[in-house]
T-cell receptor, first 112, second 113 residues
Framework: DAGVTQSPTHLIKTRGQHVTLRCSPI?????VSWYQQVLGQGPQFIFQ???????GRGNFPDRFSARQFPNYSSELNVNALLLGDSALYLC???????????FGPGTRLTVT | EDQVTQSPEALRLQEGESSSLNCSYT??????LFWYRQDPGKGPEFLFT???AGEEKEKERLKATLTKKESFLHITAPKPEDSATYLC??????????????FGKGTKLTVNP
């Protein structure tokens, strides 16, 4: 079975631009969470979605938004990019939003 | 505030030299502690979940244990392929009723042949 997939793998954007990152969860999983990981740090929670509804939001500005589609895939959007948004963005899926979370390979975003 | 602290930050071992990684936590109510392995530039790979003090889980050369305030990841006779960053996370229920994982900064393990 395929694991969590994310696209694109790498992305380079300029300050002020907008970016959309995509995630497909493990088949049968209905919850997706997004995390930001900057170099040398552990992942930080951004959002959790379950059954297309936002269930939780971390301490990130309103420039960050997300949604989940009927097929349980998800998008993370970041507007007005800042240099500090450069990071590895990770998507994790779980069956119900509780218990083990399985991570995708991540999208490496570089903002110049 | 929920907090996870991992030590040491980095650890160098010779192949076959056993050691332990530490994860201490302060949370309002532990609902699960998770260990992940992360290779450079890749997503974390799930290793173990522990739910209650005294619980132990094993997988190949790795064994995870849990007490009321900390968890240990014991690595027995490590091989160079065990080199990675090991992340510890605790499951926390937010005010809105959702779940999130709170991660430590990780321990970077290097095993020399």
């Amino acid at each position: 079975d395929a694991g969590v997939t994310q696209s694109p793998t790498h992305l380079i954007k300029t300050r002020g631009q907008h970016v959309t990152l995509r995630c497909s969860p493990i088949s049968g999983h209905k919850s997706v969470s997004w995390y930001q990981q900057v170099l040398g740090q552990g992942p930080q929670f951004i959002f959790q979605y379950y059954e297309k509804e936002e269930r939780g939001r971390g301490n990130f500005p309103d420039r960050f938004s997300a949604r989940q589609f009927p097929n349980y895939s998800s998008e993370l959007n970041v507007n007005a990019l800042l240099l500090g948004d450069s990071a590895l963005y990770l998507c994790a899926s779980s069956l119900t939003g509780q218990g083990e979370q399985y991570f995708g390979p991540g999208t490496r975003l570089t903002v110049t | 505030e929920d907090q996870v602290t991992q030590s040491p930050e980095a650890l160098r071992l010779q192949e076959g030299e056993s050691s332990s990684l530490n994860c201490s936590y302060t949370v309002s109510g532990l609902r699960g502690l998770f260990w992940y392995r992360q290779d450079p530039g890749k997503g974390p790979e799930f290793l173990f979940t522990l739910y209650s003090a005294g619980e132990e889980k094993e997988k190949e050369r790795l064994k995870a244990t849990l007490t009321k305030k900390e968890s240990f990841l014991h690595i027995t006779a490590p091989k160079p392929e065990d080199s990675a960053t090991y992340l510890c996370a605790v499951r926390v229920i937010t005010q809105g009723g959702s779940e999130k994982l709170v991660f430590g900064k990780g321990t970077k393990l290097t095993v020399n042949p």
